[in-house]
Every structure is written in structure tokens, then in C-alpha cells.
């Protein structure tokens, strides 16, 4: 009963380097989620898919990409590292897209990345 | 764009006692859905209790209870019974279009 996976948990970068964070859903949700949490900032969302073959952005999106793989994979890609990116990334998932509905978000452990 | 305001970094309250986390958000929206969501040290994100604009009823989880006021846009959390386990940084959260919106937290201790 897996959930929402992320991985790395821990990554650290040098500045320009690039990484993809990868996360999969077993639970065949259409929606998926990208979040960052930096101290005192609360979460901040940094690009969704409301389903499958689509993506916008969020809050926060310069210094990011992703893909929407296949239903189950949602990627987030940093070309070119900044310190301002250290952060504790979180990939969630919903059944649907929430406007409106009653559903909720499904969270992965995050990813502690640090760029020096 | 949306807000969620927290005015309380931080509390504290003493196992069994009552504690109540306040949040305000901002919109013009007639109807949408708000949260509390705790984070403990795991850092896993829990969802605790939610509560649709439309009801006028509070929502209710075990020991946690909301006051939602409409009009004054307010959304807080009334934890009763605190318990050790409760300790964790609590998020308010605002969804509007699909996107959820984080409030800063607060962060709830607990002591015995």
C-alpha cells in the first residue's frame, strides 16, 4: 500500500547542476501535485496536472519543468540549480481535480535537497 | 491571488487542555473548501479535518472541531483533549480552481 512515492529523500546539488525529482502513485489518481516548503513559508505549489497529458503552473514555477509521464508519474526537473531552490519538495495526488469537490490531497515523504 | 493568514507561529498548550489555532483567508469566492492539515516531525502531511463553504454546520473529527466564520472569513481549529501526539506544525489551507493555498503554520506543542 505504497501511496504517493518520492524519490530521493535527500539530495545535495551544486549550483547548475540539474536533477529530476521523480514521484508515482499507485492509487490511479488523475491529479498530481508539486509543492515546496521552505521555513516559515508554509507549502507553495509549483506546477500541477489535473490529469493526464496536461500541466500548469502554480505559484512558484520559475526554475522548474515537469512531465506528466503516464497517469501514475509526475516529474520535476531542475535545469540549473539555485541555492534559492534548497527546499523540502512534496509531490500529492488527488482522485480529481479538487475545485469544487470533496476530495483530498494524498502527500509523498518529500525530498530534502540543498544546493550549495 | 488567494491568502491564508496565521497569526500564530507558534503555541503550546498542556496534555488534556483545549487549544484553538487560529486562520484567516482572503477571496471573493462564494463557495470552496478549507483544511487543517498537520505535519508532524516525520514531516508527513496529514489531513485533519475540512469543511465546505456552503455548510453551515462546523466539522467535526474526534477532538478536533473547526469555527468557521463566513462572513468574517475565519477558519479556526479547536483541538480538545490534547494529546502528546498532537504536537506537530498544523497548516490551514484554502482551495480555489484546484490549487490548494498554505497558510505559514503554526506550530502546537504539547507537554505533559
Known amino acids: 500500500n505504497a501511496g504517493v512515492t518520492q524519490t530521493p529523500k535527500f539530495q545535495v546539488l551544486k549550483t547548475g547542476q540539474s536533477m529530476t525529482l521523480q514521484c508515482a502513485q499507485d492509487?490511479?489518481?488523475?491529479?498530481m501535485y508539486w509543492y515546496r516548503q521552505d521555513p516559515g513559508m508554509g507549502l507553495r505549489l509549483i506546477y500541477y496536472?489535473?490529469?493526464?497529458?496536461?500541466?500548469d503552473k502554480g505559484e512558484v514555477p520559475n526554475g522548474y519543468n515537469v512531465s506528466r509521464l503516464n497517469k501514475r508519474e509526475f516529474s520535476l526537473r531542475l535545469e540549473s540549480a539555485a541555492p534559492s531552490q534548497t527546499s523540502v519538495y512534496f509531490c500529492?495526488?488527488?482522485?480529481?481535480?479538487?475545485?469544487?469537490?470533496?476530495?483530498?490531497?494524498?502527500f509523498g515523504s518529500g525530498t530534502q535537497l540543498s544546493v550549495l | 491571488a488567494q491568502t491564508v493568514t496565521q497569526s500564530q507561529p507558534e503555541m503550546s498548550v498542556q496534555e488534556a487542555e483545549t487549544v484553538t489555532l487560529s486562520c484567516t483567508y482572503d477571496?471573493?469566492?462564494?463557495?470552496?473548501?478549507l483544511f487543517w492539515y498537520k505535519q508532524p516531525p516525520s514531516r508527513q502531511m496529514i489531513l485533519v479535518i475540512r469543511?465546505?463553504?456552503?455548510?453551515?454546520q462546523n466539522a467535526t473529527e474526534n477532538r478536533f472541531s473547526v469555527n468557521f466564520q463566513k462572513a468574517a472569513k475565519s477558519f479556526s481549529l479547536k483541538i480538545s483533549d490534547s494529546q502528546l501526539g498532537d504536537t506537530a506544525m498544523y497548516f490551514c489551507?484554502?482551495?480555489?480552481?484546484?490549487?490548494?493555498?498554505f497558510g505559514r503554520g503554526t506550530q502546537l506543542t504539547v507537554w505533559p
Open positions: 469543511q465546505e463553504a456552503y455548510k453551515q
Open positions: 489551507a484554502f482551495e480555489d480552481l484546484g490549487r490548494l493555498y
Open positions: 492509487m490511479n489518481h488523475n491529479s
Open positions: 496536472s489535473a490529469s493526464e497529458g496536461t500541466t
Open positions: 477571496t471573493s469566492e462564494n463557495n470552496y473548501y
Open positions: 500529492a495526488s488527488s482522485p480529481r481535480r479538487l475545485q469544487g469537490s470533496d476530495e483530498k490531497l494524498f
